[in-house]
């Protein structure tokens, strides 16, 4: 069975960098997108940004300038780091799989999360 | 604010069918995944490309698609199932991911 595990610190200062690591175990990291989604306390889902195994990135633009997501397939896990935090940034933070999926019907790549870690709550405060 | 739009909160009697839509311009073209979220658990996989779902999720759950409008229906609502419900797809553009507002479910 996949299992994904957050790991990092869980306090980070304004305006330093929060570092997490996100551990594949049961599975292979290749031929799968590897994503960061976060959920600050109380509020909705917010999806991060991805990595495909290959090394490709892709980053929700309003982050885009902060965040760097990175892959580590020798040890199967994959990181990110996001600069220059804020209040703003504190969060659950989850990492999640997706697969690679080419839908024939829409001509198009469809993405789904089908697993997720348990989260790494980082709070930010001085 | 999200480019997918969800209504904030929805309530079902029990046994009754309720359907959750998700609405935004990228769904005439892609699909939406859905997601079920209890307190203090992670997110769990629902239904994905249209109406599919992952092994283990009951067949009360199924998923839809009519023109930008994505919907959730379940069938004879059980107490378990309430919970936040998320959608997720792409942005206007396309290029990126985006989530819905959720949904908080309530079962009468």
């Known amino acids: 069975q996949v299992q994904l595990q957050e790991s990092g610190p869980g306090l980070v200062k304004p305006s330093e960098t929060l570092s997490l690591t996100c551990t594949v175990s049961?599975?292979?990291?290749?031929?799968?997108?590897w994503n960061w989604i976060r959920q600050p306390p109380g509020k909705g889902l917010e999806w991060i940004g991805y990595i495909y195994y290959s090394g490709s990135t892709n980053y929700d633009p309003s982050l885009n300038s902060r965040v760097t997501i990175s892959v580590d397939t020798s040890k199967n896990l994959f990181s990110l780091k996001l600069t220059s935090v804020t209040a703003a940034d504190t969060a659950m933070y989850y990492c999640?799989?997706?697969?690679?999926?080419?839908?024939?019907?829409?001509?198009?790549?469809?993405?789904?999360?089908?697993?997720w870690g348990r989260g790494a709550l980082v709070t930010v405060s001085s | 604010s999200s480019e997918l739009t969800q209504d904030p909160a929805v309530s079902v009697a029990l046994g009754q069918t309720v359907r959750i839509t998700c609405q935004g311009d990228?769904?005439?073209?892609?699909?939406a995944s859905w997601y079920q979220q209890k307190p203090g658990h992670a997110p769990v996989l629902v239904i994905y490309?249209?109406?599919n779902r992952p092994s283990g999720i009951p067949d009360r759950f199924s998923g839809s698609n009519s023109g930008n409008t994505a919907s959730l229906t379940i069938t004879g609502a059980q107490a378990e199932d309430e919970a936040d419900y998320y959608c997720?797809?792409?942005?206007?553009?396309?290029?990126?991911?985006?989530f819905g507002g959720g949904t908080k479910l309530t079962v009468l």
């Open positions: 999640a799989r997706a697969p690679d999926y080419y839908d024939i019907l829409t001509g198009q790549q469809q993405y789904h999360f089908d697993y």
């Open positions: 049961g599975g292979s990291i290749r031929n799968y997108y």
């Open positions: 990228s769904l005439r073209s892609y699909y």
């Open positions: 997720n797809s792409r942005d206007s553009s396309g290029n990126h991911l985006v």
């Open positions: 490309a249209k109406n």
